[in-house]
């Protein structure tokens, strides 16, 4: 489990160095809600540097993967998804449409860290599916089911979302390399 974990390299994929952390620059509208989002997928980022990129409105050719070290997490609230189960798809479609999981939200925005599997963009068709009725009752263990066998969750990777300032803490910066993206 990554949030019992301390003294670990997490990844964050940035159009731009970011060596100091501002929620307030932080998006609503991402799996965990509104937060800093990382990962212990060195990988994993890399490819999310094109996604940083595009979605920053600007024609970069490189963005940056930030390196920041994880300190404790002790006396901050935080929750893992062991694996991606009912919860986990829940939490995730409340964040996407909170409207649809007004309760859900409440309940997940207690939490300072959230961390779990991410959904990724090859899993947003199946979501948009799912919350569509496309899988059968939103919420039945049938519709459940099939969305998250579908998203085959052996291969998505992790990510921990840093959600309050005091989250935030328990990061430091340690470097950042670049990666290039488009033609060169």
């Known amino acids: 489990m990554i949030i019992d974990r301390q003294d670990i390299k997490l990844y964050h994929a940035s159009y731009m160095i970011v060596d100091t952390v501002d929620l307030s620059y932080c998006k609503n509208i991402n799996d965990f809600g509104q937060g800093f989002y990382l990962t212990t997928d060195k990988n994993q ?24 070290n994880l ?52 899993t947003m068709t199946t979501l948009t599916i799912y919350l569509q009725g496309g899988y059968g009752e939103i919420g039945s263990p049938e519709a459940v089911n099939t969305a998250i066998s579908v998203l085959k969750p052996q291969n998505l990777k992790d990510q921990i979302c840093l959600r309050t300032d005091k989250a935030i803490n328990a990061i430091s910066f340690m470097d950042a390399y670049e990666v290039k993206y488009g033609k060169q």
Do not use: M
């Not at 980022?45 to 940056?64: M, N």
């Open 71 to 122: 300190g404790s997490l002790n006396n901050l609230h935080t929750y893992e998804f062991e694996t991606t189960n009912d919860r986990w798809l829940h939490c995730v479609c409340a964040h996407r449409k909170p409207k649809l999981f007004s309760q859900e939200v409440a309940e997940w925005d207690s939490y300072e860290v959230l961390a779990g599997k991410i959904a990724n963009d090859d």
């Open 45 to 68: 980022a890399e490819r999310f540097v094109r996604t940083a990129i595009i979605k920053s409105g600007q024609k970069l050719k490189r963005g940056y993967v930030n390196i920041f």
